[in-house]
């Protein structure tokens, strides 16, 4: 076993262990999720589709392979949960004035920006709910993991 030891204290104390904390958080996390996705089953839209909605409300005019390569996905993929989105009224497709006409920037609605708005209340709510039952200490404990869950997602 490793031993640290910490700067503020000068405690020796064991050294995490990546793996084991990872098979700790891995399945925490699978069911976090699991229970933020069901509070979309309720709305009528996909995890997928309202991630690929946040993102094209934050960048609008991307296109569908940029899209793509940012979600990790492959465009076809991308191309038909698009679909799905237009048919709603939830996006657009406009076609590029400039010299590639073939370029497709695609567009949040104004219905898509409400669903987006409405998601992301119903999911602050389910977690809030939670969150307040919980003892102050567990609460500063998920204040303070956040940067660190943070850092793990931009790698």
């Not at 409300?57 to 996905?73: D, F, Q």
């Not at 698009?82 to 076609?95: F, H, P, Y």
């Not at 004035?97 to 992301?120: F, H, W, Y």
């Not at 602050?124 to 102050?136: C, K, N, S, V, Y």
């Amino acid at each position: 076993m490793i031993e640290r030891t910490r700067p503020a204290t000068g405690v020796i104390a064991p050294a995490l262990d990546p793996v084991a904390l990872a098979n700790r958080l891995r399945p925490v996390l699978l069911h976090l999720n699991r229970h933020l996705r069901r509070e979309l089953h309720a709305m009528g839209i996909g995890g997928s589709q309202v991630s690929l909605l946040a993102s094209i409300a934050g960048t609008p005019g991307v296109g569908v392979a940029e899209l793509a390569a940012r979600e990790g996905t492959s465009a076809p993929s991308v191309s038909n949960h698009i679909d799905r989105l237009e048919a709603s009224g939830l996006v657009t497709r406009t076609r590029s004035g400039g010299g590639d006409r073939r370029r497709v920037g695609l567009t949040c609605t104004g219905e898509g920006q409400r669903v987006l708005r409405a998601v992301r209340s119903r999911r602050t709510a389910w977690l809030a709910a939670r969150l307040r039952d919980l003892p102050e200490d567990q609460m500063r404990a998920i204040d303070a993991a956040i940067e660190g869950l943070q850092a793990l997602v931009e790698r």
